[in-house]
C-alpha cells in the first residue's frame, strides 16, 4: 500500500528536462526528509537522491531533489537514454512508524 | 564496498513460511539498520522491516503478524521470515542497509542487495 503518490508515467527527448512529483503528508513527507530511488529494468532500485535534495558520490548532477510542504520533487535535466527507468520516491512516516515508498514514475526517454 | 548477498528458498507453498536471509559483506554491521522490501511482480516498492545490531526492530503494520526479523552478528547477517504465506506475498524481495539520522529525520537505504525472486504456488 503506497502512501506517496506520483504520476504513473513521464516522458521527454533526449536533452529535455522531465520532473516528477511526489505528494505525501503531514506524517512523512511533511516531517522527514525524502529520498529517490531509481530502478532499471531488471536491476534492484539504487539510491539517487537522499535528504531531500543530496547525490550519492557517481549520481550525475543532472539530478536534482527538492521539497516544500508535504510534497517532493525530483527533476532530470539533459535527458539521457540512460535515464529510462522507475523512479521511487520515500520517506519515513512517523504515524506508521515505517518507511513509505511512492507509487512510482516510469520515465521513458522518445 | 559493502556489499549484501541474500538467499532463500525461492518457491512456496501456500500456508509455508517464506525464509530469506542476507550477509553483510565488507562494511560495518553496527550503526546501521537492515531492511527487507519487497517487490510484487509488475507493482511497486513495499517496506517490510527493519533491525539494527542489537536486535531492535520496525515493521510494517499491514505484515506485522506473520513477519520476524532478526539479527547474528556473529555472522554479520539478519533474516527475514514470513509466515502463512498466500500468492499475494509472490514477489522479489530485497535486502539493504538503512541509515537513520536524528531519529528517523534523515532515512535512507543506500545499498541493496540484487533480490531474491520468491513464487508462493500450489
Known amino acids: 500500500q503506497s502512501v506517496l503518490t506520483q504520476p504513473p508515467s513521464a516522458s521527454g527527448t533526449p536533452g529535455q528536462r522531465v520532473t516528477i512529483s511526489c505528494s505525501g503528508s503531514?506524517?512523512?513527507?511533511?516531517?522527514?526528509?525524502v529520498n529517490w530511488y531509481q530502478q532499471l529494468p531488471g536491476t534492484a532500485p539504487k539510491l539517487l537522491i537522499y535528504s531531500n535534495n543530496q547525490r550519492p558520490s557517481g549520481v550525475p548532477d543532472r539530478f536534482s531533489g527538492s521539497k516544500s510542504g508535504t510534497s517532493a520533487s525530483l527533476a532530470i535535466s539533459g535527458l539521457q537514454s540512460e535515464d529510462e527507468a522507475d523512479y521511487y520516491c520515500?520517506?519515513?512516516?512517523?504515524?506508521?512508524?515505517?518507511?513509505?515508498f511512492g507509487t512510482g514514475t516510469k520515465v521513458t526517454v522518445l | 564496498q559493502v556489499q549484501l548477498q541474500q538467499w532463500g528458498a525461492g518457491l512456496l507453498k501456500p500456508s509455508e513460511t517464506l525464509s530469506l536471509t542476507c550477509a553483510v559483506y565488507?562494511?560495518?554491521?553496527?550503526?546501521?539498520?537492515w531492511s527487507w522490501i519487497r517487490q510484487p511482480p509488475g507493482k511497486g516498492l513495499e517496506w517490510i522491516g527493519e533491525?539494527?545490531?542489537?536486535?531492535?526492530?520496525n515493521y510494517n503494520p499491514s505484515l506485522k503478524s506473520r513477519v520476524t526479523i532478526s539479527v547474528d552478528t556473529s555472522k554479520n547477517q539478519f533474516s527475514l521470515k514470513l509466515s502463512s504465506v498466500t500468492a499475494a506475498d509472490t514477489a522479489v524481495y530485497y535486502c539493504a542497509r538503512s541509515i537513520a539520522v536524528a531519529g528517523y529525520y534523515y532515512y535512507y537505504m543506500d545499498v541493496w542487495g540484487k533480490g531474491t525472486t520468491v513464487t508462493v504456488s500450489s
Open positions: 503531514s506524517s512523512n513527507i511533511g516531517s522527514n526528509t
Open positions: 533491525i539494527n545490531h542489537s536486535g531492535s526492530t
Open positions: 565488507g562494511g560495518s554491521f553496527s550503526g546501521y539498520y
Open positions: 520515500a520517506a519515513w512516516d512517523d504515524s506508521l512508524n515505517g518507511q513509505v
